[in-house]
């Protein structure tokens, strides 16, 4: 049975940084492309960063991009996403995404769905920013 945890949220006051982490439980974490989405109260899920088997390739949402970083270390098991310069409207949950078919160019590009994206996901972790 695959289990997906995210942990690492909090709240922070706007400009501050946080590392999110993500590991993930009965799957071959090294053969499967990972992804960050989050979801603000009243919002769609939006995918906001995505990475490769290798960690070779990595995709960003245009709000994320040059704040936030995505990696993975496969021999631990883990998925991170370093936040830096935090901005109130990141608020929201954030949650890792795991499946063997994850296409990470659609992933960032418009709203997603678990169950039909891709198949694995957490609890999430809240990250609140205060101005």
């Known amino acids: 049975q695959v289990r997906v945890e995210e942990s690492g949220g909090g709240l922070v006051t706007a400009g501050e940084s946080l590392t999110l982490s993500c590991k993930v439980f009965g799957l071959d974490f090294q053969d499967v492309p990972l992804g960050w989405f989050r979801q603000a109260p009243g919002k769609e899920r939006e995918g906001i960063s995505c990475i490769s088997v290798s960690g070779g390739a990595t995709y960003y949402k245009d709000s994320v991009s040059g704040r936030f970083t995505i990696s993975r270390d496969n021999a631990k098991g883990t998925l991170y996403l370093q936040m830096m310069n935090l901005k109130p409207e990141d608020t929201a949950m954030y949650y890792c995404?795991?499946?063997?078919?994850?296409?990470?160019?659609?992933?960032?590009?418009?709203?997603?769905?678990?169950?039909?994206?891709?198949?694995?996901w957490g609890q999430g972790t809240q990250v609140t920013v205060s101005s």
């Open positions: 995404a795991a499946d063997r078919n994850l296409l990470c160019q659609d992933f960032i590009s418009r709203p997603v769905a678990g169950g039909v994206d891709f198949s694995y």
